[in-house]
């Protein structure tokens, strides 16, 4: 018995790794190697007690090509690796460790992993593909010792995880392939889009070897045993590294955002022994939509945001096999948290449902570890609307009593989009009670055939007064003239009926940016008593600069909901003066030419802005992301005569076609806009009326000047311009 090939990955540096048998020396693909949006470097490389190092698969880019290894007769595959993230949400396919598979011929081999992490090995006979799977599991983000074997003379396959015998395949049959050997990516990868690929490897390997003869159950137990007490794996190092771009000149660096890849709405904020906690629909594939799992923040402040390890994930069976989607929290009986989260199983008619997730560990503070429920708590029935638009519960306790609310999206065929309402006394056994609110399709069509993420919240003016604002995504099954977006209504809460009665019939849009503020969430702080919504705000950008740069989207920042003159108001949380590092400029009463001239003086991509013009019937506004040639800028300008604010990024970018996006503004006397700046995210509160959240992403260097518009002898009451502080920094060594 001897070695065929081994790959130890003992360079810990670089982009190229030595193969130790046959002496090649191979390319490490990476998106990064010729980065576009930051310096370029090379994939993490990790420090391992049983190889010296493991190379990190990022699950979108990262992969190994060699040359056609000579495998006949007997052989053995041995792999030691660390899974970050397993293909869960795709069906039928499986995510490549190892691969020398040629599909069309039926001929080689290889070794993946299944859907939920279920070990898979496949040999090709030239006639038929052989596929070998077991039943169990590995665990995610731990290594693991992964042994095939097939036996030429018996015509048997085996799996071993961690030596323990876990599937025996019989009358298994094997003829070599010619085709290159793959690390990390399938040979006839199945395409998620024109960009992305699925099935890639994303975690670590620390090696894989490949013998030319069946290893023996004992000497594959003695193989393990030699290394298992070197199996420990910090999460820091199998996690996403956060620090890796740190240096992307348009990533955020004082919004919460995760470490890399993709990310959709934050949700499910609460509050226990001290820490703020939120959540977010997560990738940790690379940065595109799919694999839907539950990422986790921690933190004092609603501020700085620490990341904390995958709290959901897809799990094998009937509850939630296709991803685990948004929904929200609540502290319920005995003080224990609960998660609420939708269920999918695409593999049903009603393929959406709410389940529970209660934490291991009461006394962690951070709640790092999670148990998901074995069954459904809400499940839809054929009387509840259309099939498979049932999804984003969200809870919240009475202020009097023991008893719980849930609100879920739907939509009604026919009639029009609608939440659902029920109640608990428990958080886990909940009762239907009916239609919370439902609005006309035919009338209001623009706001969409269903409901995505309700919202509901108490909002009080400084009298004492309380309202409750319900907010929720249209959304459109069919492709639609209307734009997804963000709405509100103002209203009651019909306790008796267990119904919303709205102020007006018309809602209002949350955002004047169109869909740069998304995927709204909120809770009632019991630190301050006051209502917080948190967004996603979406990247607009194409698949391909997401792909190039490594992440996709990032939360918006929390925001203070109140009421005044019996009208929503909206204003920055007071805690994000928390960023503030540097007062650039702090002035008043002064003519807009004179605080233009010191405006020259302020370079820098991450600011805070608040300014507030006279009263003035001439336009005025902000030009931000700006460079001194006035090529690339983007415009924030109000018009008094037409009441009308508004977004300009026709020349935000010299590289991308730009708009211009507003609405209606009604302002009595001044103009204060307080304007938010971190990179391209983009976030202006206007006199706390209205929002325009957005994007710009500008080519030049030093695009990142700011001056007013208008008439140079309008009057500026007041200007105030911070540098702020990042939330992500390098890690201590």
Request: net charge negative; aromatic share 12%.
């Amino acid at each position: 018995m001897s070695l065929l090939y081994e790959l130890n990955f003992y360079e810990g540096h670089g982009n190229k790794t030595r193969e130790s048998i046959r002496g090649h020396k191979l390319d490490i693909e990476y998106v990064f190697h010729h980065a576009k949006y930051k310096e370029s470097c090379s994939p993490n490389w990790i420090k391992s007690n049983v190889s010296g190092y493991a190379l990190d698969f990022d699950g979108y880019s990262t992969f190994i090509k060699d040359k056609s290894l000579d495998v006949k007769g007997s052989f053995t595959i041995t792999a030691l690796i660390a899974p970050r993230c397993f293909e869960a949400c795709h069906g039928e396919v499986s995510t490549t460790i190892v691969d020398q598979l040629d599909k069309k011929m039926k001929r080689g081999f290889a070794l993946s992993l299944y859907r939920h992490g279920e070990v898979q090995f496949e040999l090709g006979d030239g006639k038929k593909i052989h596929r070998l799977r077991t039943i169990g599991q590995l665990e995610l983000f731990k290594k693991s010792l992964i042994t095939v074997t097939y036996n030429e003379e018996t015509h048997m396959a085996f799996i071993h995880i961690n030596s323990t015998l876990e599937a025996i395949g019989s009358h298994t049959f094997f003829s070599p392939a010619k085709i290159p050997l793959s690390i990390g990516r399938n040979h006839a990868p199945f395409k998620i889009s024109d960009i992305f690929t699925g099935g890639m490897y994303s975690g670590l390997i620390d090696f894989i070897k490949i013998y030319d003869d069946a290893l023996s159950a004992e000497i594959i137990q003695k193989e393990f045993f030699s290394i298992k007490e070197k199996l420990s794996l910090d999460i820091n190092d199998i996690d996403l590294d956060e620090t890796k771009l740190l240096d992307d000149v348009h990533r955020p660096k004082y919004h919460a955002i995760p470490p890399q890849h993709w990310m959709n709405e934050p949700h499910a904020p609460f509050y226990y022994k001290g820490k703020y906690h939120l959540f977010y629909q997560k990738n940790a594939s690379g940065p595109y939509f799919s694999n839907l799992h539950w990422g986790h923040w921690t933190s004092d402040d609603m501020v700085f945001w620490k990341n904390e390890k995958t709290a959901l994930f897809p799990q094998k069976g009937d509850l939630s096999p296709s991803g685990v989607w948004s929904g929200s929290a609540a502290i319920g009986p005995k003080e224990v948290p609960y998660l609420f989260y939708t269920s999918a199983n695409l593999a049903k008619e009603r393929n959406q449902g709410v389940a529970i997730a209660r934490p291991k560990h009461i006394d962690d503070v951070h709640l790092v570890e999670w148990e998901m429920a074995n069954e459904e708590a809400i499940t839809q029935t054929d009387k509840q609307g259309i099939p498979s638009q049932f999804r984003d519960p969200f809870v919240w306790k009475d202020e009097q009593k023991e008893k719980w609310y849930l609100l879920i999206g739907g939509g009604m065929e026919g009639r029009g989009p609608t939440a659902w309402i029920y109640t608990s006394e428990d958080c886990e056994n909940w009762l239907f009670k009916g239609e919370f609110f439902t609005v006309s399709h035919s009338r209001f069509p623009y706001l969409g055939v269903n409901w995505e993420l309700p919202v509901f919240l108490p909002v009080s003016d400084d009298k004492g007064n309380t309202k409750y604002v319900f907010i929720f995504m249209s959304h459109f099954i069919k492709e639609s003239d209307y734009q997804v977006d963000t709405y509100y209504y103002l209203g009651d809460f019909d306790k008796d009926n267990l119904e919303f009665v709205p102020d007006s019939e018309e809602p209002q849009l949350m955002d004047y940016g169109r869909f740069k503020f998304s995927g709204p969430s909120g809770f009632v702080d019991p630190v301050t008593n006051k209502s917080i919504l948190f967004s996603i705000l979406q990247g607009d950008r194409t698949e391909r600069e997401e792909y190039d740069a490594g992440w996709a989207h990032n939360a918006g920042l929390p925001i203070e909901l109140y009421m005044e003159n019996n009208e929503l108001r909206m204003k920055p949380l007071r805690n994000l003066t928390a960023l503030r590092e540097e007062i650039l400029l702090n002035e008043s009463n002064q003519s807009l030419a004179e605080i233009n001239e010191k405006l020259t003086a302020v370079n820098h991509k991450m600011l805070e802005i608040i300014v507030e013009f006279e009263k003035t019937e001439k336009m005025v506004g902000i030009e931000i992301k700006k460079d001194p040639t006035n090529r690339e800028k983007t415009s924030l300008i109000f018009e008094k005569e037409h009441n009308k604010v508004w977004i300009d990024r026709r020349k935000s970018s010299l590289d991308r076609d730009g708009d211009r996006q507003g609405g209606a503004l009604e302002i009595e006397n001044n103009l204060m806009a307080h304007v938010y700046i971190d990179h391209s995210t983009i976030e202006c509160y206007l006199n706390n009326k209205k929002m325009i959240t957005s994007r710009a992403y500008p080519t030049l260097r030093d695009s990142d000047h700011v001056s007013l518009i208008g008439d140079g002898d309008i009057k500026i009451k007041s200007l105030s311009v911070y540098t702020l502080k990042p939330i992500w920094k390098n890690r201590e060594k």
